[in-house]
């Protein structure tokens, strides 16, 4: 279950890291709600199939939202603090869920 978190981890970065860094793009919901998004989803996984990797890896989301803010002036995309917290809070709420869906599943002997 580990690698599976991990591989769904990483394969959830590259897709972000796309869109973050790619030509912007006005979608529905707005660029806020999507960052929040995003990043629950990067943590979602390693929550639920491998909470003892879940401190290191939330840590590394927090960097590698850090990261995109500070790449993002040198693609022709505005660098925001307020997307980088945005990212901060979806990686805690993508934590929390993940647990709470781990729990669940484990009464159910899903884990």
Known sequence: MRALA???TLV???IVGVFTLGPGVD????????HMLAFA???LPTAIFSPRDLPVTALLLIAF???IEVV????GRNREL???LMDTAGVAAGAGLGLFV????RTMSLV
Request: charged share 15%.
């Open 6 to 8: 991990l591989l769904t």
């Open 82 to 84: 307020m997307d980088f």
């Open 72 to 75: 993002q002036p040198y693609v």
């Open 102 to 105: 781990r729990r669940f599943m």
């Open 27 to 34: 979608a529905p919901g707005g660029d806020k709600l999507h």
């Open 12 to 14: 959830l970065s590259v």
């Open 65 to 67: 939202g850090a990261g």
């Open 41 to 43: 989803a990067l943590a």
